[in-house]
């Protein structure tokens, strides 16, 4: 029987009876608020963050776009890889203030120089400007490491939650044909892969568990403004070859996008890509964002991304 964590559950059940009130008293849903929202549930709830002796704000030019983002240098005198994060927040929230702990946390982690993306916003900024920052960050940065003389290795992965990871698997589709861009490995926390909303944990998680359904159509309507084929542009039907790298990928059982992981997992396994899935049974989406309720399964997240993309 399907069971959410008795961690999530009074969070949940706040949350969920506060939902009603709110509407009544007026409530609209809009950028803003869905911005200072995830912002304050990752300030009170990522703790214990750690120092990171290197880190540095800069701009990477784009043709339409100067990107910002922030480098995070976990060993200033040495060498290290290179990890591309982008945050999460449904192509509308989130930003690189707001995912400051959780990159402190990833680079303590992983022992990358990480360099989060400050790419632009729906709905200002709708579909494909995110996705025309990521393309930037991931073809420019290496100029930007240079001219600050750090200390890196030129050996490129991608991380993302949610929104993020959807750029990181829209990234993947394309790269694979783009000799100019060399990936080693690409790191996934309950991402949107399916912008049709086709797949089955869409109804089964509609309601109820944080990231409702009409809050995923809400995002996306946002995001998608120009009639695009959603289909088309959805990570999980694009083209699948043994030249996409090799993929971590995390889910969560009672989130809307579960099925649309699994069946991602699945796709990359059948063109041959080595895969790792860690699957929670009893968490929602965003969990990542509310660390204190749940600290032994971010714990093991944290841990296992650095064996990943440390691994031989």
């Known amino acids: 029987m399907r069971e959410v964590s008795p961690k999530l559950r009074p969070y949940l059940d706040a949350f969920n009876a506060q939902i009603p009130i709110l509407i009544a008293n007026g409530f609209k849903a809009n950028a803003t608020n869905a911005r200072e929202w995830l912002a304050k549930v990752t300030r009170e709830m990522v703790t214990d963050v750690p120092e990171i002796p290197g880190v540095w704000d800069d701009i990477v030019p784009a043709t339409s ?3 910002p983002v922030r480098i995070y240098h976990p060993a200033p005198a040495e060498a290290r890889p290179v ?3 982008f945050h999460g927040g449904g192509h509308t929230a989130g930003s690189v203030t707001a995912y400051d702990p959780i990159c402190r946390k990833i680079a303590a982690a992983t022992g990358h120089v990480v360099v989060t993306v ?3 916003l729906a709905p200002e900024c709708p579909y494909p400007a995110a996705v025309n920052d990521a393309f930037a960050v991931v073809r420019g940065i290496w100029p930007i490491l240079d001219a600050r003389k750090l200390n890196y290795k030129r050996e490129m992965s991608l ?16 790269a694979q044909f783009d000799p100019g861009i060399a990936l080693k490995r ?5 991402p949107g892969l399916d ?3 086709d797949q089955p944990s869409m109804e ?13 159509v809400w995002y996306y309507e946002y995001y998608l403004q120009n009639n695009e084929n959603r289909r088309a542009v959805s990570p999980l039907y694009g083209d699948f070859t043994a030249r996409m790298p090799e993929t971590f990928m995390i889910s969560a059982e009672f989130c809307p996008l579960r099925d649309e992981n699994f069946a991602y997992v699945e796709k990359l396994k059948a063109a041959g890509v080595k895969t790792r899935h860690l699957h929670f ?3 929602t989406h965003t969990f990542m964002n509310m660390e204190t309720l749940v600290k032994e399964e971010c714990a093991q997240v944290y841990r296992e991304i650095g064996e990943f993309l440390n691994a031989e």
Do not use: C, F, W
């Open 118 to 120: 400050e790419y632009r």
């Open 186 to 190: 690409a790191v996934m926390v309950y």
């Open 83 to 85: 990890l591309i994060h």
């Open 204 to 216: 089964e998680n509609a309601v109820g568990y944080l990231l409702q359904k009409a809050k995923v």
């Open 65 to 67: 776009y100067m990107v």
């Open 195 to 197: 912008y049709t909303l």
């Open 281 to 283: 049974p009893d968490m």
């Open 159 to 174: 991380i993302g939650d949610s929104a993020g990871g959807a750029l990181v698997a829209t990234i993947m589709s394309r």
